[in-house]
């Protein structure tokens, strides 16, 4: 399984971004795409995750409401809007996957990671 994860920029304050995870090689259509970020000094942490087979969805609570995650099964592609976006929001971010049925935030599950994309919100 291949992962691609692009869209991250710059952006100003209470700008927004579309993050794509563009995924290939899965043995099945059902698996679970998850967004992670690490911003500067801190710990890699799960933002988002949503499963393919019934959309599932979870989101982090600094991101509720303001981060929406969706998906294109036929092209095996998730995306990460994000809007309103805050100065903390600043890091690399990360999709992961594995061939679950269920949503995590638990890092250790997901078998397959992309390269990261860097978000950067200026004030």
């Known amino acids: 399984v291949q992962l691609q994860a692009f869209g991250g920029g710059l952006v100003q304050v209470g700008g927004s971004l579309r993050l794509s995870c563009a995924a290939s090689?899965?043995?099945?259509?059902?698996?679970?795409i998850g967004w992670f970020r690490q911003a500067p000094g801190k710990e890699r942490e799960g933002v988002s995750c949503?499963?393919?087979?019934?959309?599932?969805?979870y989101y982090a609570d600094s991101v509720k409401g303001r981060f929406t995650i969706s998906s294109d099964n036929a092209k095996k592609t998730v995306y990460l809007q994000m809007n309103s976006l805050k100065p903390e929001d600043t890091a690399v971010y990360y999709c992961?996957?594995?061939?679950?049925?269920?949503?995590?935030?638990?890092?250790?599950?997901?078998?397959?990671w992309g390269q990261g994309t860097l978000v950067t919100v200026s004030s």
């Open positions: 992961a996957a594995d061939q679950s049925l269920s949503v995590s935030a638990e890092q250790g599950r997901y078998d397959y």
């Open positions: 090689g899965f043995t099945s259509d059902e698996y679970a």
């Open positions: 949503m499963t393919s087979r019934d959309g599932m969805t």
